[in-house]
Structure formats: C-alpha cells, structure tokens
C-alpha cells in the first residue's frame, strides 16, 4: 500500500506553492521595515517624555503590536512550561507580560531626550536581526539590537539585546529564580508577578 | 620603585606561563562557568551589604538631585578617566588595534588640553567617546579562555582572565610609574570617586540588579557574562534560540 493517498498528496502538493509566496516571507528589508516603526514610535515616545505612567503605557503600546509575546512568554518559563496546563500557560503569560512592560517601562525613562537609530539588517538562521543605535546626550552611544521572526505569520520582534545583554535570557534567568523560590509552582509565579505590577 | 616594577615584571610573566597553557579556540560553548559559585555568593552578599550599607546612601548626596551625578562628581570621574587612558591606549598597541589605539590617544590629548587636565570630557561631545580596554581583553585577543566566573571583593563581577587582566593593569599603568608617591593617593582617591559616580549614574539599573531581581547573584553573572562577551565580539552557541522550535501553544 501506497502510505499517503492519492487525494493527500495532491492536496499537498498545491499547497505547496502557496507555503512558498515570497511576499510573505520575512526578508532583512521587511524586518527593517518593523524596527523603523518600532523605533520612530520609541523616539516620538522618548522626546515627548512625561509621567512615567504615560512612559510605560506607551510602551506597553508597542510591546503589543510589535513583540512576540507568546513566545518571549513560553521562553521565560522554560521547561517548566511542561507541566503546565493551558490555564497556566495562559495566566502566566498574561501576568508575565505586564510584568515585563511595567519593569521594561519604568527603565525607559533613561532613554528621554536620547535617539535610536537604526543601523542595518541582518539575516541570521531563519530569522533577521536588526541593529540600532541609542544616542544619549553626554553618553557613548549603545547598540540596541532587535530580533526578528515570522514564526506567527507576522513580522514580529522575539527578543532584544542592549549591549549584548538579552532579554531572553535575563527573564529566563528570573523566572527560573522565581521558580526554585516557590519550589516549581507556576500557579505562585504567576501570584507574584501579578504582585511586582 | 624598584621592587614594583620588578614584582609588575614578575607577574606579567606568571600570567603569560598561564596564558601558554589556556590557548585555546576563543569559541565559547559553555554558556556559565561557575566552579566557585559558593565563595562567589559569599562575596556577593558581602558587595551587597557594602553597597546598601555606603554606596547606596553616599549616591544620593553626590546626585544632582534627579539620580544623576552631580558636577562636581562628574569632574572626578573625568579626571579619573582621562588619567585611566593611557593605560588603555598601551592595550590597544598589545591587541595591535592601531584604530583604538589612535581614538584613545587623541582623547587623551584633547581632555588633557581643551579639557583642562582631565576635569572636562569635550572629547566624548567631539565624537570620540571612550573606547574602553584593558588586560583581560589584551589576554583574549592573545588566546586566553575565559576560565572561571568569580566576584572579586569590593570590586564586583569577573573572570579569572578578567582578574589576572586587572592585575596586570594595575602595575601596568603608565601614570602609576609617572606619579610620584603623594599625588598617586590622589589619583587613587578619584578612582573611588569615580566608581562611585557610575553607581549613581546607572543607580536605577543596579538597583533593579541588586535588589529588584528574585536571584541577584545569578543575574549580576549573567549580566556580566553577556556584556563582556559582547564587549569582545564573541558569540555564544549555546545562547542562541530558534524562535520555531519552542512550543508556545497557550501562552
């Protein structure tokens, strides 16, 4: 016996040119196109300044539209995430994202009066990284880089370095202390991330 | 003098024995190396309780008020800085980096001159900000591994090539062979003060480190780890993710 039907791989088969449109795919210059959006919303926020209740909120703003939230999430919680159940993968998540925003937020009040620029974009493995520039007044200028994905369907950026320091992995490293604090209870993580926002 | 300069030639050779033994692909696999993390928590706790108990405080009074340092604190540092550059241009000659090297000695002789002996940094506003190097990189473009994790006492987060590298740097330093005994104390003092500076500057970011993280001592290392190493230009296998090969169902 033929292991695949003949229907199957038919259908397989024209779906395959669909699977393969380049327009879809993530290209440098499309990641780029993300990040100069990205970062002209980050520069209109840093020259506008104010409360640092506008700062985060704004922030937030972008964290949503632009950020890979699900998998920044999933990244964070590691292999604990599985144990967990889909209700607790959800409420994690969603108690982690707020953290995130509020902790990432607050920090971004440095950067008021300062400019990002973005420098160039670079294809790594199956996803783009994108290189800024942070100028502050006074300051050597820093790099900032975003990391780009099509993981979703969308462009979206999954992690960022500021000076080769990662996102990713400072939050992986957190949780992971969180988690050894409450003995591997994701449902006592989640309380206290609720808690720090 | 004498016997400085003889024990700065004495170690200069023990860390170079050392190097030939540590030769090795500059390549980093591990992500941590931590044998002595038991100590290095220790010593941890110990920076901890010295930062809460003096740095924290003192940084307050030496701000300008918005958390920022204060001028007058930030003229030490300068001063500190600018008297720190020709150590840093002969590391960048050792690396055979004539670019760093050129870029750090024209800082010097603009703060020197325009900036009137070190006490104002025109040159980072005139497009050459720092371009920071020191021994433990000197001992990484030569060859030398990374080796252990270690917090040092009062100093903070290295590597055991990082602390070799910062012994050799301190008898190495050309204003240290320059200064007469007296004004060395000087010099000394506005290291203090300038260490102290950066705790102000980057106050919020330390504290969010040292007292806002569930695991302070972990992260300190990570963080450490990560920015040297990207102040080296190595990358790390191990850290990097495939952003398709993680199950994200639910999150």
């Given at each position: 016996?033929?292991?695949?039907?003949r229907r199957?791989f038919?259908?397989?088969?024209?779906?395959?040119?669909i699977?393969?449109?380049?327009?879809?795919?993530?290209?440098?210059?499309?990641a780029?196109?993300?990040?100069?959006?990205?970062?002209?919303e980050?520069?209109?926020?840093?020259?506008?300044g104010?409360?640092e209740a506008?700062?985060i909120?704004?922030f937030?703003?972008i964290?949503q539209r632009?950020?890979?939230?699900?998998?920044?999430a999933?990244?964070a919680l590691?292999?604990?995430?599985r144990?967990?159940?889909?209700?607790?993968?959800?409420?994690f998540?969603?108690?982690?994202?707020a953290?995130?925003?509020?902790?990432?937020?607050?920090?971004f009040?440095?950067?008021?009066?300062?400019?990002?620029?973005?420098q160039?974009?670079?294809?790594?493995?199956?996803?783009v990284e994108?290189?800024?520039?942070?100028?502050?007044?006074g300051?050597?200028?820093?790099d900032?880089?975003f990391?780009?994905?099509?993981?979703?369907?969308?462009?979206?950026?999954?992690?960022m370095?500021v000076?080769?320091?990662?996102?990713?992995?400072?939050?992986?490293?957190e949780?992971g202390?969180?988690?050894?604090?409450?003995?591997?209870n994701i449902?006592?993580?989640?309380?206290?991330l609720?808690r720090?926002? | 003098m004498?016997?400085?300069?003889?024990?700065?030639?004495?170690?200069?050779?023990?860390?170079?024995?050392?190097?030939?033994?540590?030769?090795?692909?500059?390549?980093i696999?591990?992500?941590?190396?931590?044998?002595?993390?038991?100590?290095?928590r220790?010593?941890?706790?110990?920076?901890?309780?010295?930062?809460?108990a003096?740095?924290?405080?003192l940084?307050?009074?030496?701000?300008g008020?918005d958390?920022k340092?204060?001028?007058?604190?930030?003229?030490?540092g300068?001063?500190a800085?600018?008297?720190?550059?020709?150590r840093?241009?002969?590391?960048?000659?050792?690396?055979?980096n004539?670019?760093?090297?050129?870029?750090n000695f024209?800082?010097?002789?603009?703060?020197?001159?325009?900036g009137i002996?070190?006490?104002?940094?025109?040159?980072?506003?005139?497009g050459?900000?720092?371009?920071?190097?020191?021994?433990?990189?000197?001992?990484?473009?030569?060859?030398?591994?990374?080796?252990?994790?270690v917090?040092l006492?009062?100093?903070?987060?290295?590597?055991s090539?990082?602390?070799a590298?910062r012994?050799?740097?301190?008898?190495?330093?050309?204003?240290?062979l320059?200064?007469?005994?007296?004004?060395?104390y000087?010099v000394?003092a506005?290291?203090?003060?300038?260490?102290?500076?950066?705790?102000?500057?980057?106050?919020?970011a330390?504290?969010?480190?040292l007292?806002g993280?569930?695991?302070?001592?972990a992260?300190?290392?990570?963080l450490?780890?990560q920015?040297r190493?990207?102040?080296?230009g190595?990358?790390?296998t191990?850290?990097?993710?495939?952003?398709f090969?993680?199950d994200?169902?639910?999150?």
């Open positions: 016996m033929f292991p695949i039907s199957a038919m259908a397989s088969a024209a779906a395959l040119p699977l393969t449109v380049p327009a879809l795919a993530l290209t440098e210059s499309s780029k196109a993300l990040v100069d959006r990205v970062v002209a980050i520069n209109q926020i840093i020259s506008a104010g409360s506008t700062i909120n704004r937030e703003g964290f632009y950020a890979d939230r699900p998998y920044i999933a990244y590691g292999p604990a995430a144990q967990a159940s889909q209700a607790q993968r959800a409420a998540s969603n108690a982690f994202g953290y995130l925003t509020a902790k990432y937020g607050r920090r009040r440095e950067f008021v009066g300062g400019r990002v620029v973005v160039r974009a670079q294809a790594v493995k199956n996803w994108v290189k800024c520039v942070v100028q502050l007044a300051r050597a200028p820093f900032v880089t990391y780009i994905s099509d993981r979703t369907g969308r462009d979206l950026f999954f992690n370095t000076e080769g320091v990662s996102l990713l992995l400072t939050e992986r490293e949780i202390a969180m988690l050894d604090q409450n003995r591997g449902d006592a993580v989640t309380a206290n609720r720090m926002t | 004498m016997p400085t300069r003889f024990l700065s030639r004495q170690l200069v050779v023990l860390s170079l024995a050392g190097l030939l033994g540590a030769c090795a692909a500059p390549e696999s591990q992500t941590i190396n931590d044998p002595y993390e038991e100590q290095n220790a010593v941890h706790e110990f920076n901890k309780q010295v930062d809460t003096i740095l924290k405080p940084m307050g009074g030496g701000s008020g958390g340092p204060g001028f007058a604190m930030r003229t030490v300068n001063f800085g600018n008297i720190d550059t020709p840093m241009v002969v590391n960048d000659v050792l690396q055979a004539p670019d760093d090297a050129a870029h024209m800082r010097f002789l603009i703060n020197s001159t325009f002996a070190g006490l104002f940094d025109p040159a980072t506003a005139w050459l900000p720092e371009r920071p190097s020191d021994f433990g990189e000197t001992l990484h473009v030569w060859g030398a591994d990374e080796g252990a994790y917090e006492p009062l100093l903070g987060p290295s590597t090539r990082d602390t590298g012994v050799v740097d301190f008898f190495m330093n050309p204003v240290r320059a200064v007469p005994t007296p004004e060395r000087g000394t506005a290291r203090i003060v300038a260490a102290m500076t950066s705790r102000s500057e980057y106050g919020e330390i504290d969010d480190v007292y993280s569930a695991d302070s001592y992260q300190t290392r990570l450490y780890l920015s190493r990207f102040q080296l190595q990358t790390v191990a850290e990097e993710v495939d952003p090969a993680l994200t169902e639910g999150f």
